[in-house]
C-alpha cells in the first residue's frame, strides 16, 4: 500500500492485479475504471472467486488448468471434490467484489483453541512501529499469538536518552521492562481492529537482527518461520509458560 501511495502520489498509476501459472494467469486486477487501495482488483470475466471455511482462495473458470501433466496425485489436491481450484492464498472478498490477499495458506497457524491467524498482516502491522526492525508472530498450537521482535536499537537509544532509560546495549534493551511495556503499547495502538484471538499477548525481544547468513531469512529476505521457531524455541516457551 505504501508504494502505490508513493508512485500514485507521483502521478503513475499502478493497477495490481493477481494470478497464477494455474489460472493462465490471471484471476483479478484492478482497471481505470475501478480500483481500490489494497486489493487486487475485481475477478476478470468469467472467472468465479469464492472463499473457503479457512480462507482460501478458490477459483473456476475457463482460464484455469485442467491438470498437472503426468501428475495425477498433485492434481486432485489441487482441486476440491465440485471442481474449484485451490490457489493456496489466504483472502477476503469484499461486498463490492474486490479481493484481498492476506497471506499464504502455508504460513496461517492455529491455536490450541482452533483459531486460525494469518501471520503476515499483523506483522505488517506491528512493523509500524519506528521502535521496530524485524517481528515474527508465533502461536501454532498455543493458546494465543505471542511475537519476537527485533528492536531497531538506533530509535531505541534516542528514546533512552530522551526519558532516561539505563540501557545500551542490546541485551541491555531487550532486557529492560521499560521498554518491552513501551512495545506492548506501540503494538496495542497498531492493531486496534483485530480480533480478540488474534492480538498480540506477550512479546519477547531479541538481540540479534534475522538474516539470510543466520538462516533465518531466504535469499528474497523471507522469514522462514520453522527455522525461526527452532532457534528460538527456549524464548517461545518461557513466553508461554509465565503467561
Not at 472467472?47 to 501433466?69: H, K, L, W
Not at 541485551?171 to 503499547?185: K, M, Y
Not at 535469499?219 to 517461545?236: A, G, Q, S
Amino acid at each position: 500500500d505504501e508504494i502505490w501511495l508513493i508512485f500514485t502520489g507521483a502521478g503513475i498509476r499502478i493497477m495490481q492485479g493477481y494470478g497464477l501459472t494455474e489460472t493462465s494467469p490471471v484471476i483479478s486486477s484492478n482497471n481505470p475504471r475501478g480500483s481500490k487501495l489494497g486489493t487486487v482488483g475485481k475477478p476478470i470475466r468469467g472467472t468465479s472467486v469464492r472463499i473457503a471455511a479457512d480462507g482460501e482462495i478458490e477459483v473456476s473458470g475457463p482460464g484455469v488448468m485442467s491438470g498437472y501433466y503426468h501428475k495425477a496425485e498433485a492434481t486432485r489436491e489441487a482441486f476440491t471434490e465440485d471442481g474449484w481450484f485451490r490457489t493456496g492464498d489466504i483472502g477476503e472478498l469484499e461486498e463490492d467484489g474486490f479481493l484481498r490477499i492476506t497471506d499464504r495458506k502455508k504460513e496461517l497457524f492455529k491455536t490450541s483453541g482452533g483459531k486460525y491467524i494469518a501471520p503476515s498482516p499483523i506483522e505488517q502491522m506491528i512493523k509500524g512501529s519506528r521502535f521496530v526492525n524485524q517481528v515474527v508472530l508465533v502461536g501454532n498450537e498455543r493458546r494465543f499469538p505471542a511475537a519476537l521482535i527485533v528492536p531497531n536499537f538506533d530509535m531505541l537509544a534516542s528514546y533512552a536518552k530522551l526519558k532516561q532509560i539505563d540501557a545500551v546495549t542490546p541485551a541491555e534493551f531487550c532486557a529492560n521492562d521499560r521498554v518491552i511495556n513501551l512495545l506492548e503499547r506501540q503494538i496495542e495502538a497498531l492493531t486496534p481492529n483485530l480480533s480478540q484471538y488474534e492480538r498480540v499477548k506477550k512479546i519477547a525481544l531479541i538481540e540479534n537482527e534475522f538474516t539470510v547468513d543466520g538462516g533465518e531469512l531466504t535469499p528474497t529476505l523471507k522469514v522462514k518461520r520453522r527455522v525461526v521457531e527452532e532457534k528460538y524455541r527456549d524464548v517461545i516457551d518461557a513466553i508461554y509458560s509465565s503467561a
